[in-house]
């Protein structure tokens, strides 16, 4: 956009991807791991797999797969996992190497599922061909902490920098509207709990 409006119309620089005929894994199945299948079926052609701890919970929208099918068939890898024991770290050198295709990274979950300095690596190689981040590994409550430090971190400043790379200061559900959806849901299990 900027180069437009700067005068430049660099078409061939902006060349984009579709989707159709593409595999986009889902790591999560709870609310928004739901939320972002049923916004992708209005793509055409487009296969919607996902991995979840817990079974059956395939619908109209994806269809329950294992891990290994994630990464045998995935083109497109999109985290919805809270951050446990279990996901620390979860996208690493290994989970990488183990996909079959190179592939692109979205991370609306948690900052430390992904292991940054193995994400920079993959980026280099062409393993992963671009990543939208709205967290990082190093945030704590906003990505404010984290161009404060006074240390200086290679990952980052790659990641800033990086034309593969989107990065949003973990605003990937913060609209007007999910402060009410929040609040209702607080309420809802107060009285549950009373």
């Not at 052609?45 to 294992?66: C, H, M, P, W």
């Not at 083109?75 to 919805?80: A, D, E, K, N, V």
């Amino acid at each position: 956009m900027k180069a437009s409006k700067g005068g430049s119309w660099l078409r061939n620089e902006h060349r984009g991807w579709e989707l159709e005929g593409k595999t986009v894994g889902i790591i999560g199945y709870g609310n928004t791991g739901k939320s972002f299948a049923k916004k992708l079926k209005g793509f055409n052609n487009l296969n919607i797999i996902f991995y979840d701890i817990k079974s059956n919970l395939g619908d109209e929208s994806a269809r329950q797969v294992t891990l290994e099918e994630i990464q045998k068939k995935a083109q497109i890898l999109s985290l919805h996992i809270p951050e446990t024991n279990r996901t620390l770290g979860m996208i690493n050198k290994k989970f990488i190497d183990e996909m079959k295709h190179s592939f692109w990274l979205i991370n609306t979950a948690r900052g430390k599922i992904v292991v940054t300095d193995d994400l920079v690596n993959a980026l280099n190689s062409g393993k992963i061909i671009g990543a939208g981040l709205d967290v990082l590994e190093y945030e704590s409550n906003s990505f404010y902490s984290i161009f404060n430090s006074p240390k200086s971190n290679q990952a980052l400043t790659y990641l800033l920098n990086s034309k593969k790379v989107l990065l949003s200061p973990h605003v990937g559900g913060w609209t007007y509207e999910s402060h009410i959806k929040l609040a209702q849901t607080i309420l809802d299990k107060i009285k549950i709990i009373n």
